[in-house]
């Protein structure tokens, strides 16, 4: 391991030029030693003493240096070498600690350090031939800033780490929503018409020429669900990305696709219709606009097929309305006495498509309306031009 082994090499060659001076020093000054070393060595290495947590070892090295305070017997002169490297060090760790350890053992271990930092110029001031109390006051005043500065970066630091790791799982939580609402989108809308198809094959006398056509139609749509399956989810085959700023790769569908969209769904069934499709909507439009127009139409006609699979009518409308905006109304005409759907089959059966199309066009600073309409029921959505990202709710 490379990391670890160069940590050990400057450990080592640190601790020889800390050391070195204390071989022409009374042994006295060897206590002073031992605690600068292991100042700098819990610094320093990840693991300073085996399998104690790093934490625990900055909150020894601090009461090492408090109990120094108290009970080093050495002539004064003898702390000021090695005093440097060892508030330098705990400085270190002050931060360190204050930033990545849980909270109640950053506060409580981050409090010792600082403690220690405070009183450590305090093992030289009160050893003054004549005791005097300024020198003291003046050494804890000015110590007292840079731990304040350490304890402040540490804090900060430590703000600026939680909202990045929320940033991050808001961010993951978003790309499994849009795997869902695209599963939901696609997936369900092929499957729905191929249950429907299947329905209805039940009930119906198909001619074998019927059959056939029966047949690839429900080999396309099921190709189709397979092909959006895939694509959807090639986004989860990274879960662990470092890159979270951008969305995940998705099928983008635009404003050119809803006729094909449409055709399609009128030669699966019973249902009449048609497209108005305003000119020059594509070129007006940014892709995730179109792209949300297209899945305002896709959601409705999956409801269509689900609820109202006999209705007679159904009308697809998008035009540029004052805003600028985008609006997309579909409305379909009810059921006219057949099948009862779908969800006659499947008992608690329904989604949470609309609930979801309509977070993702608010995000979009859009709005979605859905409701009765003469006979039927009509889906709206109205979408700005110039997408406000922020949304409005």
Known sequence: MPDAHRRRTVCAT???????????????AWIVVVVAVAAMATTILRRPLGPVAPVLAAGLVAGLSLVTDAVYPGPRGLVLPWLPVEFAAMLVLTWQVIRRAPVRQAALVGSALALALMALPL????????????????AVAIATFPVACAVGVGLYLRVQDDQRARAVQRARREQRLDVGRDLHDFVAHELTGILLEVQAAQVSA????????????????????????????QTLRDPEAPTLAEPPPTKVHGLADLPELVE????????????????????????????????????????????????????????RVPGPALRVTVTDSGRQGGPGGLLARRPGGGGTGLAGLSERIGALGGDLSTGPHARGWRVRGELPLRPDRTGRG
């Open 123 to 138: 093992r030289f001031t009160l050893r003054l031939p004549q005791t005097v109390l300024a020198p003291s006051v003046v």
């Open 264 to 319: 399609r769904f009128l030669a699966s069934g019973t249902t009449g219709g048609s497209l108005e499709l305003e000119p020059g909507l594509e070129g007006a439009a940014p892709r995730e606009i179109q792209d949300a127009a297209y899945r305002v139409v896709l959601e409705a006609l999956t409801n269509v097929r689900r609820h109202a699979p006999s209705a007679a009518r159904l009308e697809v409308e998008v035009v």
């Open 206 to 233: 198909y001619d074998e020429e019927q059959s056939r056509e029966l047949l690839s139609r429900l080999e396309a749509a099921g190709l189709r669900a397979l092909d959006s399956m895939d694509h959807t989810l």
């Open 14 to 28: 640190a601790t020889a030029l800390i050391a070195a001076p204390a071989v022409i020093a009374p042994p006295s």
